[in-house]
């Protein structure tokens, strides 16, 4: 297995241009391990100023959405060429807060990863399942449908531009986080269904990330889990000194 760690900041509707700067800096000087890659995802304002301070650097820049068209009349939206332009090589997609605060669904998901691949951008898919789910009985009936739906049309050969997220909903700044042994079964069981859908060489490759609390606390002890290959971290990602911590879990 030589899948790297994949430690990513997400950073919502944090920071300003300015403050973005100052901590893209610091993200820069992050200590990190030979198998951890370090990302980051300010807000699209603050894109301009991070790429400048990444610029030749080991941190990977991430946006947080994108339009799931390229152009046109579409206000408030903001589009994969308008990414590329700003450096930008790597889009979150299919977030929770996207999926439940803004309503987006599988399909239009899964427009937005086919435009983002096609533009030669990495992908992170997220997918999670509410509490309700949980409790249902239905996490992997969820998961499953949300790679499937975000996946769709998505061929083998662009399989190794996509990492997947798997973010608990109710693990997302509530402080629960799912239990290493928890989490390792749904990426296990994530893995064998993108096993079926690919191959298991495919499913072999595909970094899976968790989210949903991340803490230097807890970073370690995730990241011991089979099929846990690195982090998507919210609240913890917004102060230098505890994204340190996560990102150097292994140090
Ligand atoms: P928290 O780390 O704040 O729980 O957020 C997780 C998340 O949603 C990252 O995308």
């Known amino acids: 297995m030589s899948r790297t760690y994949l430690i990513a900041g997400n950073w919502k509707m944090n920071k300003t241009p ?13 200590k990190k391990g030979p198998a951890t890659r370090k990302m980051i995802a300010p807000s699209f304002v603050c ?8 610029k030749g650097s080991d ?6 959405n994108m339009a799931s068209v390229e152009s046109g009349a579409h206000t408030g939206e903001t589009s994969v060429l308008m990414l590329k332009e700003l450096g930008v090589e790597s889009v979150i997609l299919g977030h929770s807060e996207r999926r439940h605060v803004y309503g987006e669904t599988d399909a ?12 030669g951008l990495e992908v992170i898919l997220c997918i999670g399942e509410t509490l309700e789910e949980r409790e249902a009985g239905r996490v992997e009936d969820v998961c499953f449908g949300q790679l499937e739906g975000g996946l769709s049309g998505v061929g083998s050969d662009d ?3 996509i990492a997947i997220a798997y973010e608990p909903v109710w693990a997302i700044g509530t402080g629960k986080t799912a239990t290493p042994a928890d989490a390792q ?7 064998g269904k993108i096993a079926g859908l690919y191959s298991a060489s495919v499913a072999d490759s595909v970094v899976i990330q968790y989210g949903g609390s991340v803490k230097p606390g807890n970073a370690a ?3 011991a889990q089979n099929d846990i290959d690195g982090a998507l971290v919210g609240g913890a990602s917004l102060d230098a000194d505890s994204f340190a911590g996560i990102v150097a879990f292994d140090g």
């Open 185 to 191: 079964a749904v990426h296990q069981a994530c893995r």
């Open 47 to 54: 894109i301009p100023a991070v790429a400048d301070i990444l």
């Open 108 to 119: 239009i998901i899964n427009d937005k990863v086919k435009l983002a691949l096609a533009h």
């Open 18 to 30: 300015r403050e973005a700067a100052a901590l893209a800096e610091a993200v820069k000087g992050m």
């Open 159 to 161: 399989m190794k531009n």
């Open 221 to 223: 002890e995730l990241m």
């Open 59 to 64: 941190v990977t820049l991430a946006a947080q």
